[in-house]
Every structure is written in structure tokens, then in C-alpha cells.
């Protein structure tokens, strides 16, 4: 049974850089085929996919956080982890970790499909 738990600091100051953890238990996060992401929701907001790192170390991110965003693992550790530079109140959030699968349909697109979550923690950015 697969557990993802977040941690890092709560409180982050304007123009500095989130980093925040996930640890695994109960899966290797190098086994085919998962996929292993960072979702945020700010007050108020939906539910935002910001990256993932897979399987095999490879990354993929938001458009929109891409020139911000960078998810890297230390497969010893079972972790992945999350960085968020450049940092603003809008990046106020509560951020999860979890785990997906990949979900084919009609066999020329694909979506996520997150099956399991951490709890989430939570991330103000203020001064």
C-alpha cells in the first residue's frame, strides 16, 4: 500500500524558492509505469497540476510553470521533491504530492489518472 507525505517549510518569502519533499513508502517510485506529481489549490481556486517526474527520472510540467518549476527524486530515499522559484502570494496554496497512472484514450491521447495522495501541506508566501 502506496503512502506519499509532503513536507518543507509553511512560510516562504516573496522572490525566493519553494522547495518542498515527498516521501514514498510502499512503492519504488523507479517502477513502471507511475507516474510521480506535484498538484496545488489556492484559496478559493481549483485543483492545479503543476509537474511530474516519472518512472525513469523524466519530467513534464505546466506550461504555465514551466520557467519556474523543477521536480527532481533521489531514488534512495524514495523522495521527489519540488521547486518553485521566484515565488509570490499567488503561489499561496496547499500543495499535494501524488501518484498516477497513465490512461490511454482511443488510443492517441492520454490523461492522468492520480490514484493516490498525500495529505497535502500547507505553503503561505508572505514577508
Known amino acids: 500500500q502506496v503512502q506519499l507525505q509532503e513536507s518543507g517549510p509553511g512560510l516562504v518569502k516573496p522572490s525566493q524558492t519553494l522547495s518542498l519533499t515527498c516521501s514514498v513508502s510502499?512503492?519504488?517510485?523507479?517502477?513502471?509505469?507511475?507516474?510521480w506529481s506535484w498538484i496545488r489549490q489556492a484559496p478559493g481556486k481549483s485543483l492545479e497540476w503543476m509537474g511530474t517526474?516519472?518512472?525513469?527520472?523524466?519530467?513534464v510540467y505546466s506550461p504555465s510553470l514551466k520557467s519556474r518549476t523543477s521536480i527532481s527524486r533521489d531514488t534512495s530515499k524514495s523522495q521527489f521533491t519540488l521547486q518553485l522559484s521566484s515565488v509570490t502570494p499567488e503561489d499561496t496554496a496547499v500543495y499535494f504530492c501524488?501518484?498516477?497512472?497513465?490512461?490511454?484514450?482511443?488510443?492517441?491521447?492520454?490523461?492522468?489518472?492520480?490514484?493516490?495522495w498525500g495529505q497535502g501541506t500547507q505553503v503561505t508566501v508572505s514577508s
Open positions: 517526474i516519472d518512472y525513469s527520472g523524466s519530467t
Open positions: 501524488a501518484r498516477a497512472s497513465v490512461l490511454e484514450i482511443d488510443g492517441s491521447s492520454w490523461h492522468y489518472d492520480f490514484n493516490s
Open positions: 510502499g512503492e519504488f517510485i523507479t517502477t513502471k509505469y507511475y507516474y
